[in-house]
């Protein structure tokens, strides 16, 4: 079955087509890399793990799980997330939601299912939130919302961003702020895929953000 998918999705990439989302869906098996315990890492990996469970809500699970199989790359874009997640020049609502919308494009349950709360919980509508799950520009976002949606989505989908975007964004949010908005785009794209590359799931008994057979 295992070797039946992956011919699928080879063709399926060949071709520009995008995955069925059955397909997409069919790892829902254990994922690739054998979960680890704390007890379990080794003199390279610990001092990691243990900065990852002071602010993991998932564990090492997740992103978490590759990253530690790699500790030396995984330090160093841990302390990347740690400043884009904390420190970052754009305010938590809109970080999250730059976030959301590249876990939406990707269709990456672990990242949905982990930072759709944090955004609701940052001041991001849960209308917003509903709208973008259902692959609609959301309706009803405030001016610094709509800019964070056309810039990321532009930058991420068209591989660039327009003069209009660019010049509103730069209003209405700054140059510094673009930056880490990009950065924060650019890295998610890696999160998940990561996420995508490991098989890694929402923790188990928790429910899929996305259904079998959705888009």
């Known amino acids: 079955m295992k070797k ?3 011919t699928i999705a080879v063709t399926s990439l060949l071709n520009g087509v995008p995955l069925p989302a059955s397909a ?4 829902t098996t254990p994922p690739r890399f054998a979960p680890l ?6 003199v390279y990996q610990a001092p990691l793990g243990q900065q990852v469970m002071r602010v993991s809500s998932i564990g090492l699970a997740g992103p978490y799980s590759p990253l530690l199989r790699s500790p030396v790359m995984g330090q160093r874009m841990f302390d990347l997330l740690y400043y884009l ?33 944090l955004a609701i919980k940052a001041g991001l509508a849960p209308e917003v939130v509903a709208d973008l799950k259902a692959q609609k520009r959301p309706a009803n976002m405030k ?6 949606y056309d810039f990321v989505t532009e930058l991420s989908t068209q ?8 010049a509103l964004a730069k209003q209405l949010l700054g140059e510094q702020q673009i930056v880490d908005l990009t950065t924060i785009a650019g890295t998610y794209v890696t999160v998940a895929m990561l996420l995508a590359m490991a098989e ?7 429910e899929l953000p996305f259904k079998v057979g959705e888009p």
């Open 143 to 148: 001016p610094d919302e709509a800019v964070v």
């Open 159 to 166: 591989h660039k961003v327009s003069d209009a975007t660019f």
């Open 85 to 117: 997640r904390w420190n970052s020049s754009v305010p938590l609502r809109l970080n999250e939601f730059a976030i959301l919308i590249i876990g939406r494009q990707w269709r990456s349950q672990v990242e949905w299912f982990a930072h759709a709360p």
């Open 24 to 27: 997409a869906d069919a790892s």
């Open 37 to 42: 315990t704390v007890e379990q890492l080794n």
């Open 200 to 206: 890694e799931s929402v923790p188990a008994g928790k």
């Open 4 to 6: 039946k998918l992956a």
